[in-house]
């Protein structure tokens, strides 16, 4: 089974693509969609953020466990509404048990707004009752009973199938934007693994250079005002060192939860042509320099993705996300210095801090095992400087030269994004044995001394990184 989970301070990455007032397709087309799937899910809107979720099985059920947000927000949101049918968390898992085995399931669903870690958030609220639903939240994997699922320990990697084809059937009495075309009322969707956003309110369209979207009416206006002109600007720089441009503009879904938390928050993801951005906080009232650079390096890191993206390569799973994650962060950590008086100075500032966090990090377990231990920060930490090494160690010094370069290795051999492949891809570009062993050990191996392991690491691959007395970096070699 394949299940990408993503994360950075509750972000996810991002691929854009446009979005039309094209008229809802012939429904037979849409319902061939269908025909393929192994269990279908049909949602209902019946509003007040309340919907009727009814599972169709192709083979009789006893026992299913859910794909992703696996033991978030479900137990008291979720009712059945078939007598036999149970949804309780085992060992973990949000579980659906049945007394019999069954071919359809029933459930009442009322929304709740979370933002689980690691995860796109299942719904997603606007301020004039909006509302974007993630069809991956209703992934089911089978299995044969409570006792099998306690034996996984709420370690989704140890489920051993192949992941049923889920089909989502949406409907509602208020329009639906879905997969780029707005004004329907029903639409579907077929996925393994990753699930899709489906916008239904009364939301209009906005149309800027850079996107077309739903853009909460609530958001404040400095950000609605600039968020154009800032994607255009990070666009110019990564069409320039990617070597491309972008086919198409951005079909954006972008909330706002309020000012009564403090502080701000955001969190984005995308799948396909949709893109999802959801951000509050009391800190939003007023535009101040410290949340106007970090609103700035968020969409730096979500429109790097998409270029990850546009190769059509899919990217890492969890224990791997360090690759795109952390190479997200580098190319949005430079796009971002740019924008300062000293840049170079911006960068030794924030990869003091990656340093340190990294570090901390590692203590008590390898990269690849930091979503384990609830250290998804790790990724995108501990990835970015893995970012700069890779840059570092092969000819050009181009991070955005190498992805181009793996991406298209991958295609040919049609291979994942995962670390034994990007290793691999270090050792056919030429990078010297004792850097690739450096970020191996850095991913792989309980270190006993990580903030040695890290600095060694930095200095082979050609850094050459520079600290005061307190251990503080203060120079180092950046590559582009």
Same mark, same amino acid.
């Given at each position: 089974?394949?299940?990408?989970?993503?994360?950075?301070?509750?972000?996810? @990455?991002?691929?854009?693509?446009?979005?039309?007032?094209?008229?809802?397709?012939?429904?037979?087309?849409?319902?061939?969609?269908?025909?393929?799937?192994?269990?279908?899910?049909?949602?209902?809107?019946?509003?007040?953020?309340?919907?009727?979720?009814?599972?169709?099985?192709?083979?009789?059920?006893?026992?299913?466990?859910?794909?992703?947000?696996?033991?978030?927000?479900?137990?008291?949101?979720?009712?059945?509404?078939?007598?036999?049918?149970?949804?309780?968390?085992?060992?973990?898992?949000?579980?659906?048990?049945?007394?019999?085995?069954?071919?359809?399931?029933?459930?009442?669903?009322?929304?709740?707004?979370?933002?689980?870690?690691?995860?796109?958030?299942?719904?997603?609220?606007?301020?004039?009752?909006?509302?974007?639903?993630?069809?991956?939240?209703?992934?089911?994997?089978?299995?044969?009973?409570? $006792?099998?699922?306690?034996?996984?320990?709420?370690?989704? $990697?140890?489920?051993? @199938?192949?992941?049923?084809?889920?089909?989502?059937?949406?409907?509602?009495?208020?329009?639906?934007?879905?997969?780029?075309?707005? @004004?329907?009322?029903?639409?579907?969707?077929?996925?393994?693994?990753?699930?899709?956003?489906?916008?239904?309110?009364?939301?209009?369209?906005?149309?800027?250079?850079?996107?077309?979207?739903?853009?909460?009416?609530?958001?404040?206006?400095?950000?609605?005002?600039?968020?154009?002109?800032?994607?255009?600007?990070?666009?110019?720089?990564?069409?320039?060192?990617?070597?491309?441009?972008?086919?198409?503009?951005?079909?954006?879904?972008? %909330?706002?939860?309020?000012?009564?938390?403090?502080?701000?928050?955001?969190?984005?993801?995308?799948?396909?042509?949709?893109?999802?951005?959801?951000?509050?906080?009391?800190?939003?009232?007023?535009?101040?320099?410290?949340?106007?650079?970090?609103?700035?390096?968020?969409?730096?890191?979500?429109?790097?993705?998409?270029?990850?993206?546009?190769? @059509?390569?899919?990217?890492?799973?969890?224990?791997?996300?360090?690759?795109?994650?952390?190479?997200?962060? %580098?190319?949005?950590?430079?796009?971002?210095?740019?924008?300062?008086?000293?840049?170079?100075? $911006?960068?030794?500032?924030?990869?003091? %801090?990656?340093?340190?966090?990294?570090?901390?990090?590692?203590? /008590?377990?390898?990269?690849?095992?930091?979503?384990?231990?609830?250290?998804?920060? %790790?990724?995108?930490?501990?990835?970015?400087?893995?970012?700069?090494?890779?840059?570092?160690?092969?000819?050009?010094?181009?991070?955005?030269?190498?992805?181009?370069?793996?991406?298209?290795?991958?295609?040919?051999?049609?291979?994942?994004?995962?670390?034994?492949?990007?290793?691999?891809?270090?050792?056919?570009?030429?990078?010297?044995?004792?850097?690739?062993?450096?970020? /191996?050990?850095?991913?792989?191996?309980?270190?006993?001394?990580?903030?040695?392991?890290?600095?060694?690491?930095?200095?082979?691959?050609?850094?050459?990184?520079?600290?005061?007395?307190?251990?503080?970096?203060?120079?180092?070699?950046?590559?582009?």
């Amino acid at each position: 089974m394949r299940a990408r989970y993503w994360s950075v301070l509750g972000f996810v @990455g991002l691929a854009l693509a446009a979005c039309s007032n094209a008229t809802a397709p012939d429904s037979l087309t849409d319902e061939a969609l269908l025909k393929g799937s192994d269990v279908t899910a049909t949602v209902v809107d019946l509003g007040e953020g309340v919907f009727q979720v009814d599972y169709a099985f192709a083979e009789p059920q006893t026992a299913m466990i859910f794909a992703r947000s696996t033991a978030d927000y479900r137990i008291g949101a979720w009712t059945p509404l078939d007598a036999g049918a149970h949804i309780e968390e085992v060992a973990g898992f949000d579980s659906l048990l049945f007394d019999a085995p069954v071919d359809h399931a029933a459930f009442r669903v009322e929304a709740r707004f979370v933002r689980p870690d690691g995860d796109y958030s299942p719904f997603v609220a606007f301020s004039d009752g909006g509302i974007v639903v993630y069809t991956g939240q209703f992934e089911l994997l089978p299995e044969q009973g409570r $006792d099998r699922i306690a034996a996984l320990g709420g370690q989704i $990697d140890r489920w051993d @199938g192949e992941q049923p084809v889920l089909g989502v059937r949406v409907r509602s009495t208020r329009p639906i934007i879905a997969d780029g075309r707005s @004004g329907l009322h029903e639409t579907v969707a077929v996925s393994r693994g990753e699930g899709s956003f489906i916008y239904i309110g009364e939301g209009e369209l906005t149309e800027g250079d850079s996107f077309v979207g739903i853009i909460d009416p609530a958001l404040p206006a400095w950000i609605r005002d600039s968020f154009d002109s800032d994607l255009a600007a990070v666009f110019a720089r990564y069409e320039a060192l990617w070597g491309f441009e972008l086919e198409q503009r951005a079909s954006l879904m972008f %909330a706002f939860g309020g000012y009564d938390v403090a502080g701000f928050s955001n969190k984005g993801g995308v799948i396909g042509s949709s893109v999802v951005l959801d951000s509050s906080g009391e800190a939003l009232r007023e535009e101040t320099p410290q949340v106007r650079r970090f609103l700035r390096w968020f969409f730096a890191h979500e429109a790097a993705h998409l270029f990850q993206n546009a190769a @059509g390569v899919e990217l890492a799973n969890t224990v791997d996300s360090w690759i795109h994650e952390g190479a997200a962060n %580098a190319m949005a950590n430079a796009a971002l210095a740019e924008l300062t008086d000293d840049p170079h100075a $911006d960068l030794v500032r924030v990869y003091q %801090a990656a340093i340190t966090d990294c570090t901390a990090a590692l203590a /008590d377990g390898n990269l690849a095992s930091a979503a384990e231990r609830g250290r998804f920060q %790790a990724y995108y930490d501990c990835g970015s400087l893995i970012a700069l090494m890779t840059a570092a160690a092969v000819p050009d010094r181009s991070l955005y030269a190498f992805w181009t370069g793996m991406q298209a290795r991958a295609l040919e051999q049609s291979r994942d994004l995962d670390a034994a492949f990007y290793l691999e891809t270090m050792e056919d570009y030429g990078a010297a044995p004792e850097v690739i062993a450096a970020i /191996d050990a850095l991913v792989s191996s309980r270190l006993s001394d990580p903030a040695n392991a890290l600095g060694n690491a930095l200095e082979r691959a050609g850094l050459s990184p520079v600290y005061d007395e307190a251990g503080a970096l203060t120079d180092m070699d950046f590559p582009t």
